[in-house]
Nanobody, 125 residues
Framework: VQLQASGGGLVKPGGSLTLSCAGS????????IGWFRQAPGKEREGVSC????????YYTDSVKGRFTISRDNARNTVHLAMNNLKSSDPAVYYC???????????????????WGQGTLVTVSS
């Protein structure tokens, strides 16, 4: 599946952005869609994931209560609404497709089937 991420930009601390990930496949709802991010000098980390059905989304601890993931299978699109952005959030954000989302722990980068191109999120006053 081919993925296209969009929506990155510059926002002030405490501000909001919504990222979008559009998929090219007619079997989009067969895939869990996730978001990873990578800041300069840091490892890529899993941020959020949503199953094909849209149920039981996953969030890494640092974004819980601030980020919301959702999907519209009719439009082959997943959104990541990011609120109250902090200085720890700037990174290149990548959307991914894979077989599922973790029930606990961290997102497994080894289970990713497809990567979209990144979209840059900058938080600065």
């Amino acid at each position: 599946v081919q993925l296209q991420a969009s929506g990155g930009g510059l926002v002030k601390p405490g501000g909001s952005l919504t990222l979008s990930c559009a998929g090219s496949t007619s079997t989009f709802n067969d895939y869990a869609i996730g978001w990873f991010r990578q800041a300069p000098g840091k490892e890529r980390e899993g941020v959020s994931c949503i199953r094909g059905s849209g149920g039981s989304p996953y969030y890494t601890d640092s974004v819980k209560g601030r980020f919301t993931i959702s999907r519209d299978n009719a439009r082959n699109t997943v959104h990541l609404a990011m609120n109250n952005l902090k200085s720890s959030d700037p990174a290149v954000y990548y959307c991914t497709a894979g077989p599922g989302c973790p029930l606990r722990g961290n997102m497994d980068i080894g289970r990713v089937h497809s990567w979209g191109q990144g979209t840059l999120v900058t938080v600065s006053s």
